[in-house]
């Protein structure tokens, strides 16, 4: 057993990593403001284009770190008035009915990006990515919302997304520590790793009991092993919502689908060089988290964490 404890690590998350609960309050306060706001002017005008507010990201999942300064809502639009539009003219109509709704605001607060309007909120500095989603007219909420890598449309659910993160995180305790621990090494490191794909990742080497869940430590290094053992190599694939039979595999060079949506490959576009730069970093970290792990003083332990997560580990 090494020189730091579960209790030092569970102390940097909660001081270092994780997003304080004020913080998190004041800015879902700012998102039911828009989501209060946006309920109200629909019920005054029922033609209007915009039909609610969803509420997703890091945020919603309970992911989220403690240096967010944006948060992700959905905001579903009338299918008919968007028909046969490209993307560009659907973000541009959604800024559109935004300042309509939210008139109260400058429209210098809202502007346009690859798949979402922005909005900003000078008080807090917070920005809010407000992305369209069209309905398809099946439950759970699902429509068509744009991918923020390639702009194509794609089939979700984000009611369905977040039962799946709660299952997991209800499943393994340290489930939303263990992603957050992740992305912070990732963020810290500047690797190329979604997190979206992260979480899926974690859910599996969870599910399939590849890792140790209740020791952070060991869990790290479990996960960082995996990753180097099957350089992702090993099709994922989650049965919370289809049949593992819906799910087409394909020549991809990293396939975890989505939970959701059995046509989604959340990794497709991830290159044989981007998976290879992955491995190496994972190579890396495993090195870094077994050392530290197995060291007998805080000290050395606490190098080895710093050269993994940055200068901000102490204990």
Known sequence: MGAISQSDILGYLANTVNLPREKLDRYRGQVNYLRDRLKAYVDDN???????MLHSGSSAKGTALSTLNDLDVAVYLRPESVSGWELDNVIEYVR?????????????????????????FKSSGLDVDVVPVIPNGDPDDRGDIPNAETGEWVETSIPLHLRF?????????????????????RNEQDIKFKSFLIELLWAHVLDQGL????????????????????????PIVFTDNYAASAVQLGGAN????DPVNP?????????????????DAAAAALDLASTASSAHTKGRAGEYYRRLFGPSFRV
């Open 254 to 257: 990293v396939q975890v689908f």
């Open 46 to 52: 029922p033609e209007f284009g915009l039909v609610k």
């Open 165 to 185: 993160m709660r299952d997991r995180k209800q499943s393994h305790a340290h489930f939303a520590n263990l992603v957050r621990l992740t992305k912070w090494w």
């Open 263 to 279: 046509a989604n490959n959340v990794a497709e576009r991830m290159s044989s060089l981007r998976r290879q730069s992955l491995v």
């Open 96 to 120: 559109e009915l935004l300042i309509d709704a939210y008139h109260q605001m400058e429209p210098d607060q809202f502007s346009t990006g690859r798949h979402a309007v922005r909005v900003s």
């Open 211 to 234: 890792v140790q869940p209740d020791d952070l430590q060991d869990a790290l290094v479990g996960f960082f092993a995996y990753i180097v053992r099957t350089r992702l190599d090993e």
